[in-house]
């Protein structure tokens, strides 16, 4: 009958036109998606700024400042002074403060980065630790060197992920976690796979041996380097140049 026929049709089209509608609805996703990156991208672009003398020479002079504070304030400092300086409308990036308490005070982690546009769940880390009172010049140059560079390659797109983490080494949180262990949980919580640390500053080897524990280099294949500390400005923009 006709009206037989015209429910069998309907049977047969329900399928095709949802899928339709799927697509339709995915596309309008998509762009909607590229249409956001598109202008984020610019907009983290026109922040961007080339690696100059004066500017790290700006950075390493607040932050050898900060680095003698007391301990009530210093780790706290640098953690803040970090965050303020990198944020979207100074430099174009969201970071990210993980904080925990250690010895009664609040310190953190500080984490900023160019998401890969291929590779997203691989890393390349650059990291600085800081947090010993002997090694304040060199701690204050790879900070430096760390905001400087993160600066010149504001809204760039490379294949892996690029991020640039600050950590305060020596302290634990309360449940005994090292600032170096959360980072590293932070990154396994999302699935991510550590390509290459490059450890500024001319850490100690007892901070290289922990970095590279940590990481569980030696398990996953994952290259750490040392980079030697550097104590001026010159020396400083050459080897972030060379990164």
Do not use: C
Request: hydrophobic share 45%; no cysteine; proline share 4%.
């Amino acid at each position: 009958t006709t009206s037989g026929r015209i429910v069998r049709a309907g049977l047969i089209l329900l399928p095709v036109g949802t899928i339709v509608l799927g697509a339709a609805s995915f596309g309008i996703w998509w762009y909607k998606k590229q249409t956001v990156e598109d202008r984020s991208h610019a907009y983290a672009s026109a922040l961007r700024r080339e690696m100059t003398v004066p500017a790290v020479d700006r950075y390493a002079g607040i932050l050898k400042e900060v680095l003698q504070l007391p301990d009530v304030e210093r780790l706290p400092s640098v953690a803040s002074f970090l965050e303020s300086s990198m944020s979207s409308e100074n430099m174009g990036y969201e970071p990210k403060r993980d904080r925990f308490v250690a010895n009664g005070v609040e310190v953190a982690n500080v984490e900023v980065e160019l998401t890969g546009r291929q590779r997203p769940r691989e890393v390349r880390l650059l990291l600085a630790p800081y947090g010993d009172r002997a090694r304040v010049g060199a701690e204050a140059h790879a900070l430096a060197g760390l905001m400087a560079l993160a600066h010149a390659m504001t809204g760039e797109r490379e294949e892996v992920t690029v991020r640039f983490a600050a950590v305060p080494m020596g302290v634990a949180d309360q449940s005994g976690h090292s600032g170096l262990e959360r980072l590293v949980a932070g990154m396994n919580e999302r699935g991510e796979r550590l390509m290459q640390v490059s450890v500024l500053g001319g850490a100690s080897e007892a901070w290289m041996t922990e970095i590279g524990l940590a990481f569980r280099a030696a398990q996953t294949g994952a290259v750490v380097r040392g980079l030697p500390a550097t104590g001026d400005t010159t020396s400083t923009l050459a080897a972030m140049s060379a990164l």
